[in-house]
Every structure is written in C-alpha cells, then in structure tokens.
C-alpha cells in the first residue's frame, strides 16, 4: 500500500475533505477529468487516516480485477488465508463488520477498473456497515449500480464543478494567477502545476495536445463533426466519447448523464481539427448523421452542397415520413437561401408535426410569388379540405397535377381529388379514381404510394357503404407497410381499420391491432399518430364500460398531443375523458380535467379563425361539465354550440347529442326534430356497437322517442332489447411477494392457481422495469442464473404467463406485448398491476402513518423460495430502507419505549443489523425490561459467533 506523499506546495482543500466526513453516504466518487486533483484529495484523506485506509492504486498494464483482489487480500489479515476466486463482497462486508473503527476503502485510477470489479464494489457498498466507506477516482460515473446508491442516500459524487481550484487556491500555487485566468481554466490547473513542478504558468493547449495523443482517428473526427451538438448523451456517442472519458480530457458532465467541452477543449478542436474532410452520412435518416454533416457544410461556406443535398434526399424523407428531420436541417438553413421545393418542405413539416399554422405564410408567399411546386398546391388543397372549402380543394390538386415532375407526384394529387368528390357525396366517382389510383401506383412500383393509395381506397370505400371491401384495404396497406417497414403509415391505417372493427363490435382484434402498431412506431416528441391510436383504444375501453382504462388511455394522449404541441388535437382525448369520468361518477376528477382543458385551449389554440375543430369536441366537454355539476340550463347552451355538418362519424358528436337530447327531455324541450338527428347519425355511422354501448345512460329519452313514435326501427330495436354481451370488468392485478414461500397472482381479488413461480416471477421481474423492453437474454441471466439455457426458462414462462392470463380474459393479454417481438417483452399499462414490494422501496414518497404501517406489518423476505443475485439486491434494498426508516424513527422518537418499539420492528426486518441491536439492548436496559435485555444480549453475543449457524430468531419473539 503506497500512499502518495504529499505535494511540495500543496493546497490544502479543507472543503473537500469535510464534504467527505460529514456525509453519510458509503460511496464518494470523485468524478473529473485528469487534473482535477483526484489522486491528491484521495491521498490527503489517507494520510488523515492511515491505520483504518486501504488504498488500491491499478496501472494502466494492470489486471484489475485481480489487483483489486489481491490488494484486500494482502491488507485485510482475515483475507489472508483466502482464495482470490473466494473473495466476494459479502466475504469482504463480514470481515469489515468484525472492525469498530471506520475503515476506508481508497481506489485510484478507477477508471481503468473492469466492470466486474467495480460492481464488486458497488455490490460491496450495499454490504457494508455505515461506519466504513468506499473512495473511487474516476473520469466518469458510467458504472451499473450506483443509481440505485444514490437512491439510498449511500453515494456522494464530487464532479468538476466541486473539484475545480478556486482563485484563492490557484493564487496559493501561482503567484500572479488572476480572475480572468480562473474564467480561462474554469479551476482546471491542477495537471499544468503539477507537471511543471514550478511556480508559473504554462499553455493548457500544450497538456491538451499531450492527451490527445494516440486518440484514434475515427475518434477524432467524431469529435469535430460533433463538437456543436452538445450536450451529448453518453450511450448515444458511446462509441468515441468513452475513449475520450477514458484519456481523461477536460469533457465535463452536465446533467442526466450527458457531456459537453471545456471551453479550452472546445478552443484546441477548433484550432487543430478544423482540416478533417466532410463525408456524406452513410444513414440519410439518422438526425445526428445528417445535422453533423450540413453543420461541417455550412462552416467551410459549402451552402450550396447542403441545398443539393437536402433536395436529393427529400422523397426519401418523404416515404418515411420523416418529418421531425425534414423541419430540424431546414430551419437550420438560412430562409433567402431555400429553394421551393425545400420552402414546401418545411411547411409540410410542420403541419405534420401539429405547426400548421406556421405552413400558411410559407405556402401563400410560394404562391403569390408564383414558385409553387406540386407538393405546394398539395398542401393548399389539403388545407381547403380541412377548412371545407371544396371548390377551391378541386382547383388546388388541379393546379397540382397539372405541375406534376413525375407520376409519384401526379397519382398523390389524383387521390387527394376522391376527398373532393366524397365532400360532394359522389361516391362513385371517388371510389372509381381511388381504385385508378392504386393501379397506377403498383405500375410506378414505389411501396410508399401504394400504401397510401390502398388507405385512400379503404377510405373511400368506407364512405360508398362497402365496409367489407374497406377493411380489406385496410389490411393490404398493413400488410404493405409491415413489409416495407414505414411504421406511421402502419400506424394510420390501423387506427381507421380498428375505428372500423370498433364500429363493428370486433374488440379484441382491434385491440390487438393498435397494440401491435404502438410498438412498432418509435417514441417521439412530435409522434401524432400513437396518441390517435390511444385514443381509438380508448374509446373501445369505454364501449366495454372500462372506463377507468379507457381514461388513462386518453390522458396519455393528450399528454402526447401537447408535447407535440399538437393542440389542435388534444380536445379530442380530453372530451372522451370527461365523458368517462361522468360515466364512473368521479366529478371532483372531471371538474379538474375540464379547468385543465380550458387552460391548456386558451393558451395553445391554433392563430386559424377558419378553424372548425373545436365545435365538434369543445361543446360536448362544456355541456357535460356543466350538466354534471347541476348547470342543466347552461349546458343545454353548451351542447346547442355542437357542430354536426361533415362529423356525423365522430363519437363526440354521437355522445354530444345523446347528452342534448337528455337535458333537453329534462328541460321538457326535446322535439322530433332532435330524434330525427340522432337517426341521421346512426345512418352515416358505419355500425351501431358504440350506440349500443353508451345508450344505457339516455334511457328515458330514448323510451320517449319510442312512445311519441319519433325514432327508427334501431333505436327501437335497442331499446327492445337491452342485450349487451360486452364485459364491463375492469381488471386490477395484484401480486403478494413477500414473506409467503410462493407468490401469489390475484385478478380481482380471484387467485390464480400456478404450477409453477415462473409466470409470476417473470411478471414481477417486468414489473421493475415496466415500460422498457427486456431481452430473454437480460431477463434470463438475471432470472435464472446459472440454468444450462435460460432463454428456454423465459419462453416457458412467458408463454404459461400468456396462458394464465388469456384463461382469466383474452383481452388481459394486452398486458404483454406480443408473442416472439423481435424487441423482446414489455409489460403495457393497459391494466393497474400492483406489487406489494414497491412500497417498501420508495418509503420515502409515503406519508409517516404509512410508513409506519409498513415497518410495524413486516410481513418477511421479498421471494424468499428464489435464489439469485437480482432478487437478492432487491431484498437488500428493502431491508435497508426499513433499517435506516427504524433507526430515524427511534432517533426522533419522543421516549426511550417508543424508540425501542421502532428498533424491534426494525430488527424483525434486518436481524443481523448489529447497530440497531446495539441501540435496543441500551435502551432496554435503560427501561429496566430484564428479559428483553438479556434476549438482546443473547442475541448479540450469537452474532458474533463465528461457527456460521443461523441466527436464532426466535430469541426476539417478544409478546
């Protein structure tokens, strides 16, 4: 053990070692580039305690996993005797728990640690007793493990901000050393004094040069072509950046593990990378690739090299419908330099990503200044559709075939005309050029196109009253898309084919259809398309009378919508969602919807006075809230504002009405011209489940149709009936995992019997990491560690699991993503699952009537039938968060029983916590309870028995 000794002219960096002393945490990390003064902090603190310290230093030529072994082995006698491959952390944790005084674990050079080593440590920290800790020096904090630490309160990161030398410091070691110097180095001096071993300054761009040397160059030229996108994130750029981390350069972290330079690295790339060439990204659709090259082109002045490059990629863009990167290189580009093609571009994508009111200054310049392209009068004509401005939707797809380059852009102008032939109820015609259409785009062979054509014609057939051709449209585009891999395009047709099978009353495989495509598209800001594609399922859910699912479906959405800053969308969701909490009851909840509703609508509605939306949506919101809170006057104003021309189709519009017609009857001013309407929507809609579905609330009205002789053989016929063969369950899983030797799986409240623990294993495992995608690989190695294949135990689980819950109900299925995804597994939000450990885990997000409740109803182990290395750091997890909770509840209680009380739960939890025994068997003596003291001293004295028996815990059993 080779403490360095102490610097000539050292600074003494009191602040530092007292941040160290005072925290409680097991773990300090000193986090910063080379330096920073990490080996000097860490030899300073030695030096203060140099009987308890144990400093392991590894060479860059070193094995460090084994220098790292023999070290604890050479200073720790108890090891002594040890086996290297014997020495594990709860082998080094038992002897540290053997000495009183604190003991400190110092290692240099981290970095260079292998990751098996410094898991070893990490695991290590969680073993270990409070007194003793762990000092690493490294250049990054990229090791497994030490978020959870510092969920526990049990790491402490000291990084470059706290390292950096302040003023006085550097003036201590640099005579002269000024204010605008220390802004210069931001505190980084530490290496320049130290290599020079003098008192005066040198060039850092000197010692950067020195580092730099035998970085790669792939690494180097990442780095150039990277330097103006920062923050990085690090498993993004892992590739270069980790050599970088790995030198020690001044690359300093900012937050959520990401990276930027210091200013001097930021200085010597500028200067001496600037000569490195500038090659086209080999991914034209990946954003970093592409903003690193046109950044590279437009700093050597090469501006019209990104125009061209920009134009060459667009239709590839296009049939992507990368529109997220169309928006990001265009508006990088100076607007005087874009040509019209790239000027359409942007307005197309921003109207893709919810900016259409950005699109319309760009489209009407390009027209008034007669530069319009094809793809512009496109844009044109679906605004006139959108504004129902139908003579002027024809003229601009006229004026856009007439300007088409090629076929691609004449066959898109052609379908957009079948949505003016539609609006004019000429259904014929529509469905005629619709199918020309697709001909022409299979001849033109372009995958893209033909999709598009295929949803055009299912839409179109939708509309003539050919609901069997229109669904299987509908599934031939999927079936295209799936092929071609254009998710958003999967994504839309899905939402119109499950819209549909809705209609239809074929649930489950709508279900199964949105589900699969949410997954299939990636998770983006502007993403539109997955928040309409909850709000389909959602409005399922609600016709199955799972409202509360069908709520959190649309909350997600319009969370979605928002984020994309799509608000001319968000209403929707919002509107079903009041509708849902009406239906449950739950009007405190629905009063605060709609307040959210208003706010976020007067502050994001669209700059568009031709906007129409909100009249199909907004008043069926009002009305309702209204309605629910006793307003029955004011919500008949409400629902009179509902607009019903060219929306007969939309849910909102048929709860709308149900809920005017209702408040009309109540007022005594219902008509026949009331029942005719809602006859009129149930005839444009393609199928009657969702009528079925919601009619239960709007009975007597209904009834009142039927005697006045106002409403349709349907209306009556539903009323007939009243048959509805839907489940209205909404499901609620729990699972029991602690202190029984089997879990346990209940659906609402029924328990499910198992052969097995692996199903409810593998789902408690994804209930950890809910919302990510595990690998059987992953799941497998921490699952079933050490089984000869793994991946077989987690097919067979995952497939009884599959089973369990498809017997219970198949739409539970929704739960797991489906079967043999190239992705792996991920468990859905579609139901509530509760795991009763999770509470033990965040103690601190609960009340202290609740934390109590749960240290005093201990109910035992955390799996305790199953044995591996996962489960176990769970178990050590919770039994520290009860400790730490038992011991500052007795520390804060107001008498010596009630502190004692709170260590004996405490105990029952974590037996082998000497400490805590320690402080109940003083206070039990204090209170002159005998016996207890003398079980206590029993207790104690068989903890420190070194014949390895278990503990005796029944010598706590106390009545």
């Known amino acids: 053990m080779l403490i360095p000794p102490a610097l000539p002219e050292e600074v003494s960096r009191t602040h530092l070692l007292q941040m160290i002393a005072q925290s409680s945490a097991r773990l300090v990390v000193l986090s910063a580039p080379t330096g920073y003064g990490k080996t000097t902090l860490l030899a300073a603190w030695a030096r203060m305690h140099p009987q308890s310290t144990l400093w392991v230093t590894v060479h860059p030529d070193g094995h460090t996993d084994h220098t790292l072994f023999e070290e604890l082995r050479v200073q720790l006698p108890a090891l002594q005797n040890t086996s290297l491959l014997d020495i594990k952390p709860s082998t080094v944790a038992q002897v540290l728990r053997q000495v009183s005084t604190p003991t400190f674990i110092i290692c240099d050079q981290g970095w260079t640690f292998k990751t098996s080593a410094l898991k070893f440590l990490v695991e290590l920290v969680s073993l270990l007793a409070p007194q003793h800790k762990i000092l690493l020096a490294s250049h990054h904090t990229h090791i497994d493990g030490l978020q959870q630490l510092a969920f526990t309160r049990d790491l402490l990161v000291l990084g470059p901000q706290q390292m950096a030398f302040t003023l006085q410091e550097c003036q201590e070691l640099l005579p002269g050393f000024t204010e605008e110097d220390r802004r210069y180095t931001q505190g980084w001096c530490s290496l320049i004094m130290q290599e020079t071993g003098m008192g005066f300054y040198i060039d850092p761009m000197e010692v950067i040069t020195d580092m730099m040397q035998g970085v790669q160059d792939q690494t180097r030229h990442q780095l150039f072509l990277h330097r103006h996108l920062a923050p990085w994130n690090f498993h993004e750029h892992k590739s270069w950046l980790q050599e970088l981390l790995q030198k020690g350069l001044p690359i300093l972290p900012t937050v959520r593990r990401t990276y930027q330079l210091h200013p001097l690295m930021d200085q010597w790339v500028e200067k001496h990378l600037s000569e490195i060439s500038i090659e086209p990204p080999s991914r034209s659709n990946d954003h970093t690739q592409v903003l690193v090259y046109l950044k590279a082109l437009q700093e050597q002045n090469l501006h019209h090299k990104v125009i061209q490059y920009c134009e060459q990629q667009l239709r590839s863009w296009y049939a992507e419908e990368n529109y997220d990167l169309i928006r990001t290189v265009i508006s ?108 022409e785009a299979k001849i033109l062979g372009h995958t893209d196109l033909i999709v598009i054509a295929l949803a055009r014609l299912s839409y179109t057939t939708r509309y003539s009253g050919n609901l069997v051709e229109a669904i299987h449209s509908a599934r031939e585009a999927i079936r295209y898309a799936t092929e071609a891999g254009i998710p958003k395009r999967i994504s839309q047709v899905v939402n119109n084919l499950a819209d549909m099978l809705k209609d239809q009353g074929e649930y489950q495989e709508a279900i199964d259809h949105i589900g699969n495509a949410i997954l299939l598209f990636p998770e983006q800001a502007s993403n539109t398309v997955v928040p309409y594609l909850m709000v389909t399922r959602g409005l399922i859910l609600a016709e ?416």
Not at 335 to 351: F, G, Q
Not at 618 to 626: D, N, R, S, W
Request: proline share 4%; charged share 20%; with cysteine.
């Open 332 to 439: 990088e580009i100076p607007p005087e330099r874009l040509t019209p093609k790239l000027h359409t571009a942007l307005a197309e994508a921003y109207i893709e990503t919810g900016r259409a009111g950005e699109s319309k200054p760009i489209l009407q310049n390009l027209q008034n200044a007669g530069v319009a392209t094809s793809r512009t009068y496109l844009l044109l004509a679906r605004q006139a559709n959108r504004n129902n401005q139908f003579n002027e939707l024809r003229h601009m797809a006229e004026k856009a075939i007439s300007l088409a380059e090629d076929g691609y852009d004449r066959t898109l102008a052609r379908l957009l005309m079948t949505s003016y032939w539609i609006r004019r109820d000429e259904h014929e015609t529509a469905l005629k050029l619709a199918r020309e259409c697709l001909a």
């Open 544 to 959: 199955l009378r799972q409202y509360e699912s069908a709520v959190e479906n649309f909350l997600n959405a319009s969370k979605r919508f928002r984020a994309a800053h799509h608000f001319a969308s968000f209403l929707m969701p919002y509107t079903y969602m009041i509708f849902c909490l009406y239906k449950l009851g739950w009007i405190e909840k629905l009063n605060e919807m709609y307040d959210q509703l208003q706010e976020a609508w007067q502050t994001g509605r669209p700059d568009d006075p031709q906007y129409t939306e909100p009249e199909s949506y907004l008043p069926v919101a009002k009305g309702i809230y209204l309605y629910a809170n006793g307003r029955t006057q004011e919500a008949l104003e409400a629902l009179k504002l509902l607009r019903y021309e060219k929306a007969y189709w939309y849910d909102s519009v048929l709860i709308g009405h149900l809920f005017l017609c209702k408040v009309k009857h109540e007022l005594s001013q219902v008509t026949q011209e009331d029942a005719k309407m809602l006859d009129t929507i149930l005839q444009r809609r393609e199928g009657n489940a969702a009528f079925t579905a919601y009619a239960d609330g709007f009975l007597e009205v209904l009834k009142h149709f039927m005697v006045q002789g106002w409403c349709s053989d349907l209306v009556r016929q539903e009323l007939m009936t009243r048959v509805n063969t839907r489940s209205p369950v909404v499901y609620s899983i729990r699972i029991s995992s602690m202190g029984s030797r089997l879990a346990q799986m209940t659906i609402n409240g029924t328990v499910i019997p198992m052969s097995t623990q692996s199903p409810v294993l593998a789902l408690i495992y994804l209930k950890f990491h809910q919302g990510q995608w595990i690998t059987s690989e992953r799941m497998g190695a921490d699952l079933w560690e050490g089984f000869k294949n793994p991946k077989n135990n987690v097919f067979n689980a995952m497939s009884e699991l599959r089973r369990l819950l498809s017997e219970s109900d198949p739409l539970l299925e929704g739960l797991l993503s489906p079967p043999r995804h190239p992705q792996g597994y991920l468990l859905t939000d579609l139901y509530p699952v509760d795991l009763d450990v999770m509470e033990y885990l965040y103690l601190e997000n609960l009340t202290p009537d609740r934390q109590e409740e749960l240290l005093g109803q201990y109910p035992g182990e955390f799996l305790p039938a199953v044995s591996n290395s996962w489960v176990h750091t769970i178990r050590q997890k919770v039994v520290s968060q009860l400790s730490d909770l038992a011991l500052r509840k007795a520390g804060q209680a107001g008498s010596t029983f009630h502190g004692l009380i709170y260590l004996l739960k405490g105990l029952k939890a974590d037996p082998h916590h000497f400490e805590m025994a320690t402080q109940a068997l003083g206070l039990a003596s204090a209170l002159g309870v005998v016996e207890l003291a003398e079980k206590l001293n029993s207790f104690m004295r068989w903890q420190h028995d070194d014949s390895g028996k278990e503990v005796p815990l029944h010598l706590l059993s106390i009545d």
